[in-house]
């Protein structure tokens, strides 16, 4: 099992950016496939991105494409987000979520282990 705490949430102005990182902890030698999920009040949890063990294969969800980006350095079990131009639509909890395997995933039902989450609000 993998623990995840996310790290970096907060108010944002609308233009603005945002970078979020995710620490993992699990038995030694594991591997996971990564991603980042949100959930805005009164919606359902929406993919942001995603990533795969060897972070050669990243997959973006179509409301964050082109304006983010998914990193993870796996010597120091940390994965990143960094998001620009936000608009306050994008204003969600924001999760860390991994998987077992070295595949990258592209749904939030594909992720077995969250993190706690990480508000973001993006004010007009």
């Known amino acids: 099992q993998v623990q995840l705490v996310e790290s970096g949430g907060g108010l944002v102005q609308a233009g603005g950016s945002l970078r979020l990182s995710c620490a993992a902890s699990?038995?030694?030698?594991?591997?996971?496939?990564m991603g980042w999920v949100r959930q805005a009040p009164g919606k359902e949890r929406e993919f942001v991105a995603g990533?795969?063990?060897?972070?050669?294969?990243?997959y973006y969800g179509d409301s964050v494409k082109g304006r983010s980006a998914i990193s993870r350095n796996n010597a120091k079990n940390i994965m990143l987000l960094q998001m620009i131009s936000l608009h306050p639509e994008d204003t969600a909890v924001y999760y860390c979520?991994?998987?077992?395997?070295?595949?990258?995933?592209?749904?939030?039902?594909?992720?077995?282990?969250w993190g706690q989450g990480t508000q973001i609000t993006v004010s007009s």
């Open positions: 990533i795969s063990w060897s972070g050669g294969s990243t």
């Open positions: 699990g038995p030694t030698g594991s591997r996971y496939a």
């Open positions: 979520a991994a998987r077992p395997g070295l595949g990258a995933y592209t749904s939030p039902v594909d992720y077995p282990y």
